[in-house]
């Protein structure tokens, strides 16, 4: 077992969690943006430093074929089981329509490189070639920092784990990305008349009681 690659895990993880519930509980908004691209910088950085080449960060070119086959297997079911039971509500409002098309993706993105590009590659390089042990690690990190909404901590453990998984054999981030984020919009149309739905933190409880649409 190698110590300093987890310690950089764990290290972003709590980081991540310092910045949800300290930037909540002190009502800070826009610095809490700009640590979480700080913290997004970081793990680019931790990845030049290790020498994470485009085919290890998942971003080869030869590579998505069979990472979109495994995503499509695993998420496909699951993705449109969503679709259906997000059908049967009421439409969201054009905006978040829009968004979930242009922006969500891009955030999608950002999170799946820093739950596999960065997390998965330095837990492999600390806990050695042991996809299941990985996988059950990122995946528990990843739905620790959704808590306590327990749709998302659900969401996030069960596709932490798979979306590892898969990672950890075909290399590549792009397939994952766009089910996360189709995922996420779906999850959203769904929890809309919940006005707390998408939260996470001291947030989730806070507003607990107003009702929805969720902002």
């Known amino acids: 077992m190698r110590w300093k690659p987890l310690v950089e895990?764990?290290?972003?993880?709590?980081?991540?969690l310092a910045a949800i519930w300290g930037g909540q509980s002190l009502n800070l908004h826009g610095q809490v943006w700009i640590g979480?691209?700080?913290?997004?910088?970081a793990t680019?950085?931790?990845?030049?430093?290790?020498?994470?080449?485009?085919?290890?960060?998942?971003?080869?070119?030869?590579?998505?074929?069979?990472?979109?086959?495994?995503?499509?297997?695993?998420?496909?079911?699951?993705?449109?089981?969503?679709g259906i039971a997000a059908l049967s509500r009421p439409a969201p409002p054009w905006p978040k329509i829009l968004f979930g098309l242009a922006g969500y993706p891009l955030w999608a993105f950002a999170q799946e490189y820093a739950l596999l590009s960065f997390a998965a590659n330095?837990?492999?390089e600390g806990l050695g070639q042991k996809p299941v042990l990985v996988a059950t690690v990122n995946s528990v990190l990843f739905a620790a920092v959704h808590a306590p909404n327990p749709v998302l901590v659900g969401a996030c453990l069960l596709s932490g784990w798979a979306f590892t998984k898969i990672f950890l054999r075909t290399r590549n981030i792009l397939p994952l990305a766009?089910?996360?984020a189709l995922g996420g919009f779906l999850l959203s149309?769904?929890?809309?008349?919940?006005?707390?739905g998408m939260m996470v933190g001291p947030a989730y409880w806070k507003w607990a009681g107003v009702p929805g649409p969720h902002p």
């Open 122 to 124: 330095r837990l492999e």
């Open 178 to 180: 766009l089910a996360h």
């Open 189 to 196: 149309w769904i929890l809309l008349h919940q006005y707390n």
């Open 36 to 41: 979480a691209v700080l913290l997004l910088g």
């Open 9 to 16: 895990v764990l290290g972003f993880y709590g980081l991540v």
């Open 44 to 82: 680019v950085v931790s990845s030049r430093k290790h020498g994470d080449g485009r085919e290890r960060l998942g971003l080869g070119r030869n590579t998505w074929r069979p990472a979109t086959r495994l995503t499509l297997l695993y998420a496909g079911p699951v993705l449109l089981l969503l």
